[in-house]
């Protein structure tokens, strides 16, 4: 199995995902051994809400937003925080291979979530991704801010050390919610135990998946369930299963993976509304800062959703870029100018810190 930079998962996920891709994805391999895909892209994906509510009052806004689906080459997975890139290759030398191995293959190409001074890699991997980017942007690249990566380091001794750091009302707040563990029966099973030959198990699984997918607020990339049935079968991945019920009935469960000596979440399901009820959020979140803890790892990696309340909850964020190819030159030109309306979450991440500087 090739040997990447930026990996902050085990390569087995990236092999189950090239096995088991989402819905309408078509996996595929550059020459490099990187992982890519072809798929069709809402380029209104990563719009801010309230600029994608105004373009839906113009004039035919169906219609037009139909014309803005493109068939996208993607370099990189829906499931690894940062584009894998393969060892032993120049930074100029990727570049090079990735566009001869596109060779217009589709209008949109896009190397996706490159890191940008990442804290989670090494100063060698924050090094060649900059001189990745350089050389993409010396071929008229478009480089676009990704999203938000929340992330905490294990720096505290317990929970309440943990929760000093939050303020008074926030504190009082989480410790309300937090009365609902009273009420759950949690337990952890790692990835390739025997129980997860259940097939009931595996489709109330599945089925919990579902829930949180339609809750979410974009929808590109819906993993089957044979995805989900391979990584949880897989002893090799290391991953950790959180399982939350109530009077032995599951209303939730979180997916997460040791590696590199973090605990990286990956995938949660959720029953509602007793999730919501039970104030699963909150209670998932604090358990796995106890596992962090407990097996002496140095960060909880949280993932790109919903970063205010993962901002609320004391997580730190780092950003992506996307480098972006578009065929058609004068589209090009035109995407160039308006590539500020797909950074949403740098968007909201600015304006936090001017509102904390002004205050």
């Not at 996996?27 to 509510?53: C, H, I, K, M, W």
């Not at 025997?194 to 097939?199: E, G, I, L, T």
Request: proline share 5%; aromatic share 14%.
């Amino acid at each position: 199995m090739p040997q990447y930079l930026n990996a902050l998962e085990p390569a087995g996920l990236l092999q189950h995902f090239a096995e088991h891709p989402p819905k309408d994805f078509l996996p595929r391999r550059s020459p490099e051994g990187g992982p890519s895909f072809l798929a069709r892209f809402d380029l209104l994906t990563t719009v801010d809400a309230e600029d994608l509510q105004q373009f839906m009052r113009l004039p035919c806004a169906r219609q037009l937003r139909r014309l803005l689906r493109w068939n996208t080459c993607f370099y990189g997975t829906t499931v690894s925080e940062y584009a894998p890139m393969p060892a032993g290759l120049s930074a100029e030398a990727l570049c090079t291979s990735i566009l001869k191995d596109w060779q217009r293959a589709s209008p949109l190409l896009i190397v996706k979530d490159v890191p940008e001074r990442s804290p989670l890699l090494s100063a060698e991997e924050n090094a060649f991704a900059d001189e990745f980017v350089a050389a993409c942007q010396a071929r008229d690249f478009i480089i676009v801010e990704g999203q938000a990566l929340a992330y905490l380091p294990i720096d505290f001794a317990s929970e309440e050390a943990w929760l000093a750091s939050l303020s008074s009302g926030r504190r009082r707040d989480i410790r309300r919610k937090l009365r609902a563990r009273a009420d759950l029966q949690i337990e952890v099973w790692p990835t390739g135990d025997a129980r997860f030959a259940d097939a009931a198990l595996l489709d109330e699984m599945y089925q919990r998946y579902l829930e949180v997918f339609a809750q979410s607020e974009i929808h590109f990339d819906c993993l089957d369930a044979g995805f989900f049935r391979a990584v949880l079968q897989d002893a090799a991945l290391k991953g950790q299963v959180f399982f939350y019920r109530v009077a032995g009935r599951m209303i939730g469960y979180n997916l997460c993976f040791e590696h590199r000596g973090m605990l990286i979440d990956k995938y949660i399901g959720l029953h509602y509304p007793d999730a919501r009820d039970y104030n699963l959020y909150f209670v998932s979140w604090l358990q796995n800062l106890a596992y962090a803890r407990e097996h002496g790892l140095s960060h909880y990696v949280a993932g790109w959703t919903d970063p205010q309340i993962k901002a609320y909850l004391g997580a730190r964020f780092t950003f992506t870029r996307h480098a972006v190819y578009v065929r058609n030159p004068l589209l090009r030109f035109v995407l160039r100018r308006l590539s500020g309306l797909f950074e949403s979450d740098r968007a909201w991440f600015d304006s936090v810190n001017d509102d904390a500087t002004r205050s």
